[in-house]
């Protein structure tokens, strides 16, 4: 069977990760060859939140357990709340020929890419600081205090871009959202994939190819 392929994707707060990520599952995943990885988390669920949708909600007691296990393909405590990728889920569906999207951070990614170094990485920028301010006040949601903190984070995230295979300047949101399909398609077609995922085919080709070498050298 076909393995898969795991994408990993990280930009600063409001570069447009996630409205990228949602869009490319909606219009390009007719076929369900992409998954996006769902966290493991011991927060309570936020209103809309859905268990095993949103993230996997689990309590303390269960996540320290799946620790323990070396469940955990990446985990951190953020604000006195774990968060971890399951080890088992994401090995699964790459088994099934799977492609899987990681929504993460540039220190997760390191520590993926460390376990899983045939993982490609594809970061997003915004065309300017001054658009990705822009974006963060259109939100609505937080003070100029919280706004200049989520900058400041922003541009600790944004420092890593040169860490990553592929890098989008989300500008015009249809182009990247192209952009960030064809990365996932084009990897899908390299040589090294290929080999592996089409094994018989390749093996036919070449001895069909020698048989009618002979057959001609012959006659």
């Keep these: 069977m076909s393995k898969g392929t795991l994408f990993i994707v990280s930009a600063p707060s409001g570069a447009g990760k996630s409205s990228l990520i949602n869009a490319l599952l909606r219009k390009f995943n007719l076929d369900d060859s992409l998954r996006l990885s769902i966290s493991h988390t011991t927060r309570a669920p936020r209103p809309g939140e859905v268990d095993h949708v949103s993230y996997h909600f689990v309590s303390v007691e269960e996540f320290e357990q799946l620790i323990a296990r070396d469940a955990f393909l990446e985990y951190a405590k953020v604000f006195d709340n774990?968060?971890?990728?399951?080890?088992?889920?994401?090995?699964?569906?790459?088994?099934?020929?799977?492609?899987?999207?990681?929504?993460?951070?540039?220190?997760?990614?390191?520590?993926?890419?460390?376990?899983?170094?045939?993982?490609?990485?594809?970061?997003?920028?915004?065309?300017?600081?001054?658009?990705?301010?822009?974006?963060?006040?259109?939100?609505?949601?937080?003070?100029?205090?919280?706004?200049?903190?989520?900058?400041?984070?922003?541009?600790?995230?944004?420092?890593?871009?040169?860490?990553?295979?592929?890098?989008?300047?989300?500008?015009?949101?249809?182009?990247?959202?192209?952009?960030?399909?064809?990365?996932?398609?084009?990897?899908?077609?390299?040589?090294?994939?290929?080999?592996a995922n089409h094994h018989e085919l390749l093996e036919n080709i070449r001895r069909e190819a020698q048989e009618m070498h002979l057959a001609t050298s012959e006659a």
């Design 82 to 195: 774990y968060y971890g990728t399951s080890r088992e889920i994401i090995e699964e569906w790459l088994s099934q020929g799977k492609d899987v999207l990681f929504d993460i951070d540039w220190q997760g990614a390191a520590i993926i890419k460390q376990k899983m170094p045939e993982a490609v990485k594809i970061f997003i920028l915004p065309p300017s600081l001054e658009v990705l301010k822009e974006r963060l006040q259109k939100r609505g949601q937080d003070s100029e205090e919280v706004i200049a903190k989520r900058m400041n984070a922003a541009m600790t995230e944004s420092s890593h871009y040169n860490e990553y295979d592929y890098v989008i300047i989300n500008d015009d949101f249809d182009e990247s959202l192209i952009t960030l399909r064809s990365i996932i398609l084009s990897t899908r077609s390299q040589l090294k994939l290929i080999e």
